[in-house]
């Protein structure tokens, strides 16, 4: 089974970048569908970006441009940098992990394994 640890999440002032981390521990995720969710307070976890075993990645609209999903095989990470961070960017931040060869997609149907969280706060 694999375990998940996020880390990287912080209180930011708007405008500000965090890169966030998850590492993985237990097997190897080189060839899985990764990908990053996030909940706010209130309100449903919804996916925001994912990257697959041929780094082909995924986002959801509203944070195109701005989220960038990687993955360093080598060191079993997966990580988000967040550029340009807004208030509504605040939430726990979580990485998921898939099955393997899925091609990358956005939804909580495709992805069988959470980390913890990590907070993001952003301030105006």
Avoid: H
Avoid at 3 to 14: A, C, F, R
């Amino acid at each position: 089974q694999v375990q998940l640890v996020e880390s990287g999440g912080g209180l930011v002032q708007t405008g500000d970048s965090l890169r966030l981390s998850c590492a993985a521990t237990g097997r190897n995720i080189d060839t899985n569908l990764m990908g990053w969710f996030r909940q706010a307070p209130g309100k449903e976890r919804e996916s925001v970006a994912a990257i697959d075993w041929r780094d082909t990645t995924s986002y959801l609209d509203s944070v195109t441009g701005r989220f960038t999903i990687s993955r360093y095989n080598f060191k079993n990470t997966l990580y988000l940098q967040i550029n340009s961070l807004k208030p509504e960017d605040t939430a726990v931040y979580y990485c998921a992990v898939g099955a393997k060869w899925t091609p990358a997609a956005l939804g909580s149907k495709f992805f069988d394994s959470w980390g913890q969280g990590t907070q993001v706060t952003v301030s105006s």
